[in-house]
Nanobody
Framework: EVQLVESGGGLVQPGGSLRLSCAAS????????MSWVRQAPGKGLEWVSG????????VYADSVKGRFTISRDNAKNTLYLQINSLKPEDTAVYYC?????????????WGQGTQVTVSS
């Protein structure tokens, strides 16, 4: 059974940092394109970052480029999102998501989400 379990969210002051984790089970993380997607209060889903299968090239939304870093630990089968220089507008529920293979295949599994709140 495929499962994605996020953790690491919390309340942080502007300028602070967090590392989100997404523990995967039931499949091999490195064989699939994976993404982080967020949903701010009252807004729709926003794609944040993705990591390719295999070599693990990474891509980012312009709104987070230079502040967020996506990575994975193949031995732990875990996806990470390091988020630095947090801004109030980063407040959202963050989800990790698994594609069926590549970007064009679409997403088939999502985690339950982890709340990130940026406030002084």
């Amino acid at each position: 059974e495929v499962q994605l379990v996020e953790s690491g969210g919390g309340l942080v002051q502007p300028g602070g940092s967090l590392r989100l984790s997404c523990a995967a089970s039931g499949f091999t993380l490195s064989l699939y394109v994976m993404s982080w997607v967020r949903q701010a209060p009252g807004k729709g889903l926003e794609w944040v970052s993705g990591i390719y299968s295999g070599g693990g090239s990474t891509v980012y939304a312009d709104s987070v480029k230079g502040r967020f870093t996506i990575s994975r630990d193949n031995a732990k089968n875990t996806l990470y999102l390091q988020i630095n220089s947090l801004k109030p507008e980063d407040t959202a529920v963050y989800y990790c998501s698994k594609t069926r293979g590549t970007w064009s295949d679409g997403y088939d599994y999502w985690g339950q989400g982890t709340q990130v709140t940026v406030s002084s």
